[in-house]
């Protein structure tokens, strides 16, 4: 596997499920980030892990908990969520302290009944 | 003011002209700016970074930033019909690990 890896690609949950996104980096980078990306509006920064650490939550709701094991790997697990948290989740890495360049996984389409 | 903007287009260009991009900054950005590309339904391909003052060529595509106006622009040279994607600018956000994108600009290339 090269670059950043996200799965599923595609998910369906209902409002009361628990599922669990999952993105992994082969690139050696120390800086993982979650994004969600909803239809005709901008890219909306979510979770941001610098060494495993989380540097930064930008309001999102409890029902979206973020997991970051280690500098490989990413988890969004996701509970109870409604019909509006439908959208592109994206993962993205880099490398460094600062943001400097992303690099983004193919993202997981889902989709909340 | 937003911290990135972009003219949300559509932008269309006939197949061999150049398209250009453009995107303003505020002071709340740090001097790194990035062009990203996103096809429809995928996720977005980072294509141009830029750090300095001038322009930055690669290939078709040249970036240009200006920091004393503080606008970053992307110039796609021969635009061709593959070249139709919507194209997100990104600044480094002062202080932060992370990014500013911009809403994208939307760009068709007529055939």
């Known amino acids: 596997e090269t670059g950043v890896t996200q799965t599923p690609r595609h998910l369906v949950m209902g409002m009361t499920n628990k599922k669990s996104l999952k993105c992994e980096q082969h690139?050696?980078?120390?800086?993982m980030y979650w994004y969600k990306q909803s239809a005709k509006k901008p890219l909306e920064l979510m979770f941001v892990?610098?060494?495993?650490?989380?540097?930064e939550n930008n309001s999102v709701p409890s029902r979206f908990s973020p997991e970051c094991p280690n500098s490989s790997h990413l988890f969004l697990h996701l509970h109870t969520l409604q019909p509006e948290d439908s959208a592109l989740y994206l993962c993205?890495?880099?490398?460094?302290?600062?943001?400097?360049?992303?690099?983004f996984g193919p993202g997981t389409r889902l989709t909340v009944t | 003011q937003k911290e990135v903007e972009q003219n949300s287009g559509p932008l269309s260009v006939p197949e061999g002209a150049i398209a250009s991009l453009n995107c303003t900054y505020s002071?709340?950005?740090?001097?790194?700016f990035f062009w990203y590309r996103q096809y429809s339904g995928k996720s977005p391909e980072l294509i141009m970074s830029?750090?300095?003052?001038g322009d930055k060529e690669d290939g078709r595509f040249t970036a240009q930033l200006n920091k004393a106006s503080q606008y970053v622009s992307l110039l796609i040279r021969d635009s061709q019909p593959s070249d139709s994607a919507t194209y997100l600018c990104?600044?480094?956000?002062?202080?932060?690990?992370?990014?500013?994108f911009g809403t994208g600009t939307r760009l068709t290339v007529i055939p």
């Open positions: 892990y610098s060494l495993e650490e989380r540097v």
């Open positions: 993205a890495s880099s490398q460094g302290r600062q943001g400097y360049e992303q690099y």
């Open positions: 002071d709340r950005v740090s001097q790194s």
């Open positions: 830029i750090y300095s003052n």
């Open positions: 990104a600044a480094e956000k002062t202080g932060a690990n992370n990014l500013f």
């Open positions: 690139l050696g980078h120390n800086a």
